[in-house]
């Protein structure tokens, strides 16, 4: 075995020890030190070791990382391998072992091999033991069948849990250079640079940090937020809580002070850090957790609820195969007691171990076992689609639950719009205030006339954005130069402007490479703060911060203003409205406004203080204004029609944006997502009359003692539900939102009952994406954690792909209820053939190896016939599936018992007067016709009304006989045309339609039909079918009574009722003003109760 493969691989040699300082065990506890912290244990612990230590101890330099020129076999096998075990699966023979553990399986494999060994040991041992046989071969092609398909569902898991597994790759650094490498490749002692977003890979100690918080949720369960420091500032912070905490005789509480301990599993939701790794793979704690609880493939919620159908159908067809069983045996003891009847020794015993088989050869065919395979098959084959159309599943129930959705919280940004910014507009707020930024010549002059400024304005967008145009040449296009945008493209949209100033250069790298070593703080971007900062210590010494972000959240704070020439000007109350002025007329394009600031500090400020909010203080005090970008992000193609297409289909989307107000309008109505009845409302605006969220069962809105896992975890609702109810209904865009209003947006959304899918990109949107029915995370912009969180991933970030996904959600559910009406039919039939047939001749319409034919055609041929059929776009004209409706619809129940009642009375006229029907078009010897009428068959009936015999004194010399092979022949072909109809679940003309495209379907009716061709011609004793088959002037008339079926579909179509009117989505104007009307004006009745 590899060590470098297997996670857990602890063999230790001596001479390993003796590299490395820490042992895993020293290192363990340290994690354990902080995660069972009073007030700050592992601070203590750190300091008094010193972090120095560690850098000597795990042969590491925290400056250059590790080195690729050491073999780190040795430090793998001390402290182990980041790489997680395969999970183990169960082997195909294990799988089978379940369907042969079933009660129904084991009783029909006792009664065929019992059936085997007297049929072999018999009068007739040439052809009694072929039905015993029979019997076996199909028990155990069911449990083939069924152990292919559990096998099939247990890789596919596998699958989707190894596309998940592949993380983005962790920025390392080895060798003094960083490198992008997947988490599990890290090593103890590896520098690992850590930005938002991140998942944490492994535990470690912060060595370096900005603005570093960490979303410990995915281990605690706590939604709070860890501040995590180095251990130098941590111990600062130490030292002043306890002097404040002595002042004050009070206890301070245990995260007041941050951690330098990260966790693995771990998400940062803010801020920037450099780590090293103390523990990895199972000696991390992600590792150590994972251990404890392995992951089960559990049962998604369709399929529990047709397995509670399926048991009390099966009920009822255990109440039939006991009824059947009395019925024969009273039979059979009844004509024993006839004075012209003997007891007939191993002869009797077979018919009675026969009767046995039978009734629970009813009980198999009633019990729905299909079901279950039915959604597998249907949940598989959906999947791989879905994924062709941009939707990878995360988690299987998802699929289901699209078809229920009928709301949509989506993000703009990359989603409704194309996430490809251009800078449009500049404006500056005194002098010229309004510079084209697409026109190049006029830039030009601009920079010659105002290049001071210029210079200003690069260097504040330099420091205080990421984003880069890397230029890399093309080997397969000659070397020809090509670019490639990396990182934000709102921060591109702006670099790619001030790399036309003066010419197309890169002055905004240099700028960034003269200040790397003189960035005093970072404060990184924050939803609830609207922006970010940078400090930075210019080359004469002086301290200059820079900030960015939305420009209503740094107008407030400008004391003032920077002209083109570089005149400093104040900022009033006119200026102000100066500023509102340009920003709205740019939002009124849809323009995205970014405005930027900066001033020059004093020599004592502090660039740490902060306010009571956590804010950092410098933003917001005496800023001077550059300027404003307005950036223009387009619509995606086709982003109107897929939201026509949800309207249609009763799904109304809302969209949730972080811009403002008039920018999100202007959008929205580019789009149709707003109409004349819908409001704009912002995100603080909307908390403050909602009241946010509160736990359910203690009120609390915060933190509580209610657990965050299990049973009794804390449920949140809103806090003002009914205020809640009064204003969503005209809400269509939520601007200037925070994560938060997402999050209470949905809770409220399913706390009235609607099923919520939510877009999602950024760490702090997981909430969200938990808390709503259906997550979407991102799969370009979004973080990993988002991803992570998330139950679909959608793969190009489009809009077109949740529609996409809702007509599989709906095509799901579809397809589950075509394949319950076509068993529910066949069931129904089988049954009663059965009963009735026990109770007036003795026997079954169907044999037992028939009745399990008939079960493996409903069962497996059904389900993947009818469970593989693509949905199509015609789902969306209805309104979305209701999941506490009952998954079989009136017009199910007409067509199931309509098709029933048709097939019974043919089958019983077949049975009881077949002799008078089927023409017996071959006359010889050897082949038994009517004696009343030669032309046509003898009857097949063992016993006659009185319990005489009848065709018994002749199945031992002339086989089973042409008509109950006539009636087997025609219930197959019943159910092979009843499977056409089957395709249609809502009374539709054009049971054909799509045929063509439903491949499978076609496979499985020829396979189907060539099955029981073989059956009949050469089946004879094992299925108890006529040793000589049918003639083709008899097949074709078992195919024109199967095909009866499809006519009588017509004859059910104009039975009225049944819930027959179809129910469409309602426009989304008329849902709208519905509400409006509803009670009185609710327009005048909103607009005096809440100001927007």
Known sequence: MDKNDDASYTLVTPTTRRNFGNTVESLTNLVETYLKRDFCEEVDQLKEEGVESYQENLKTNFDKGLSSSENFDSRIEFYGSNKKPEPELDSFCMLCLEPLSDKINIILLVLGIASLIIGATGEHPSYGWVEGFAILLVVFIIVMVSSTMNYSKQNKFKELQQIHKNRAGISIIRDGEKQFLHPEEVLVGDIIMLATGDIIPCDGIVLQSHSLLVNEAALTGENDLMHKENLKHCSKIRRQMKKVAKENDMTPNKHDVPSPIVISGTSVAQGTAKIVSIAVGPNSKEGRISELAEQEVGNTPLEEKLDDVADKISLVGLGAGLFALVALYLRFFIRLGMDDYEWKGRSNITELIGYFLLAFTVVAVAIPEGLPLAVTICLAYSVKKMQKDNNLVKKLPACETMGGVDMVCSDKTGTLTQNMMVLKRFGCFFGKNDINALDEEKLHKLFARSGDFFKLLKEGVSLCTEARVEAKENPADNGVVVEKDVGSQTELAVIKMLRKIPDNNDDYLKIRKTYEESVLKINPFSSERKKSSIVVQRPDGARRVYVIGAPDFIIKHCTHGIDLEMNIHSVGEEEQLNFIRIQEDMAKFGLRTLSIAFRDLES???????????????????????????????????????????????????????????????????????????????????????????????????????????????????????????????????????????????????????????????????????????????????????????????????????????????????????????????????????IVGAITIQQSALTAVQMLWVNMIMDSMASLALATEEPTEGVLDRKPQDPNEFIATPLMFKHIFGQAICMLALIFAYLFDGENMFIEYEHNKDILTNPDNSDFVCSGRLYDFNSGEDYKRYVDDYGPSRHLTYLFNIFIWFQIFNEFNARRIRDEINFLQGITKSSMFIIIFFITAGVQILIVEVGSWAFFVSKYGLTVEQWFTCIAWGFVPIPFRFFLLLIPGFGRKKLKAPKKSTTHLTSSIHGGSAKRKFSSSYKF
């Not at 944006?657 to 789009?671: C, F, H, L, M, V």
């Open 604 to 834: 004592d400020e502090s660039v740490d203080e902060v306010n009571q909010k956590n804010h950092p203080i410098l933003e917001s005090k005496e800023l001077i204004v550059i300027g404003v970008f307005g950036i223009y992000d387009p619509p995606r193609p086709g982003v109107d029609t897929a939201i026509a297409k949800c309207n249609r289909a009763g799904i109304r989307v809302r969209m949730v944006t972080g811009d403002n107000a008039k920018t999100a309008e202007a959008i929205a109505r580019e789009i149709n997502i707003t109409t004349e009845f819908s409001r704009v409302m912002e995100g603080p605006r909307f908390n403050e009359l909602v009241g946010g969220v509160m736990c359910s069962k203690c009120t609390t809105e915060k933190e509580c003692e209610c657990p965050r896992q299990g049973k009794d975890a804390r449920e949140d609702v809103v806090k003002d539900f009914e205020a809640f109810k009064e204003i969503i209904e005209t809400i269509d865009v939520l601007a200037r939102s925070a994560p938060e209003d997402k999050y209470t947006m949905v809770t409220g959304l399913k706390q009235m009952g609607h099923v919520v899918a939510v877009t999602g990109d950024g760490t702090n949107d997981a909430p969200a994406l938990r808390k709503a029915d259906v997550g979407f995370a991102m799969g370009i912009a979004g973080t990993e954690y988002a991803r992570q969180a998330a139950d679909i991933i959608l793969v190009d970030d489009n809009f077109g792909s949740i529609v996409k996904a809702a007509i599989w959600g709906r095509g799901i559910y579809d397809n589950i209820q075509k394949f319950i009406q076509f068993q529910l039919t066949v069931n129904v039939v089988a049954v009663v053939c059965a």
